[in-house]
């Protein structure tokens, strides 16, 4: 099945999901990594670019997934489920998707602002331009380090609720025994 139904996601939902999981847990070990290089290496700088043209790919699938999200049905949470854990997924939900435009548009910020006036070049084939940002009293770079800082703790922010997410989807498979983690590996759940 295609679009989701009140008790199941759909092959979209569950691609998109897992297509940006798996982009998203890569470049937060990525970026972890890259901040222990040398920051002025041609490699370094390679690395970055990279890091960056996937960041836009992120971007560009959380823009078409929040779309799918808001014209499509969301799935019920079993019946049974207390309280205190339906507000604790909702609330759970809304800190991934804040997450996942946060992330892309604090770097995508961070690099618009830095007085290095660096370039993004998508995958080596066209630049992306430069977000306008704001100077604080005519010093770029306080601005930059700004972005710089909000992006690296959210990227912590983002693995703890990530973390979260995780352990909440297998106490719901090992412990609770319903269907919340097979609807998001099957459109037959």
Not at 18 to 26: D, K, P, Q, S
Not at 79 to 100: N, V
Not at 150 to 178: C, E, N, Q, R, T
């Amino acid at each position: 099945m295609i679009r989701n139904t009140r008790s199941a996601y759909g092959i979209v939902a569950i691609t998109l999901h897992w297509t940006i999981a798996t982009l998203i847990i890569g470049m937060l070990g990525f970026g972890l990594y890259m901040v222990t290089l040398p920051i002025f290496e041609p490699a370094t700088y390679s690395l970055y670019q990279l890091h960056k043209s996937i960041g836009f790919v992120v971007l560009a699938l959380v823009a078409l997934r929040i779309l799918w999200k808001i014209t499509s049905i969301t799935p019920d949470l079993p019946t049974e489920m207390p309280g205190w854990e339906k507000l604790a997924a909702h609330l759970g939900h809304i800190s991934l998707y804040a997450l996942m435009l946060i992330m892309p548009l604090t770097g995508w910020l961070l690099v618009s602002s830095s007085p290095l006036g660096l370039p993004s070049v998508f995958f080596n084939l066209f630049e992306i331009p430069h977000l306008p940002t704001p100077e604080f009293l005519g010093q770029k770079a306080d601005v930059s380090a700004f972005f710089t800082a909000v992006h690296g703790w959210a990227a912590y922010a983002f693995i703890a609720v990530i973390l979260a997410h995780v352990g909440a989807a297998l106490k719901h498979y090992f412990i609770s025994k319903d269907k919340v983690l097979q609807r998001m590996l099957s459109s037959k759940a």
